[in-house]
């Protein structure tokens, strides 16, 4: 069974930064696109940054791109995602997705990757 849990999220003034962990359980990294996906309250889920199964490729949203960055440790089965210049637009749950079946494992699907963990809120001051 594949387990994701979400952690790190907290409360930042604008300009500053958080890394955001999620422990993975119940699958392969190589066997799987993975990536974070957020909320913000009232509006939908949208893509934030994945990495691809295919290729390692990494793939980041317009709106977080030069600003958050992800990585993964394959042999401890964990996944980041480093925030830094941090606004308040970033406010939002974020979560951590993986997905194995292509085409849904393209990392632009990531919102709507088939495995979700449990969120970790960001709220970021202004």
């Known amino acids: 069974e594949v387990q994701l849990q979400a952690s790190g999220g907290g409360l930042v003034q604008a300009g500053g930064s958080l890394r955001l962990s999620c422990a993975a359980s119940?699958?392969?990294?190589?066997?799987?696109?993975i990536g974070w996906f957020r909320q913000a309250p009232g509006k939908k889920r949208q893509g934030v940054s994945c990495i691809d199964r295919r290729d390692g490729q990494q793939y980041y949203s317009d709106s977080v791109k030069g600003r958050f960055a992800i990585s993964s440790d394959n042999a401890l089965n964990m996944l980041y995602l480093e925030m830094t210049s941090l606004e308040p637009e970033d406010t939002a749950v974020y979560y951590c997705?993986?997905?194995?079946?292509?085409?849904?494992?393209?990392?632009?699907?990531?919102?709507?990757?088939?495995?979700r963990g449990q969120g970790t809120l960001v709220t970021v001051s202004s």
């Open positions: 119940g699958f392969t990294f190589d066997d799987y696109s």
């Open positions: 997705a993986a997905e194995r079946v292509p085409p849904y494992s393209d990392c632009p699907f990531v919102s709507e990757f088939g495995s």
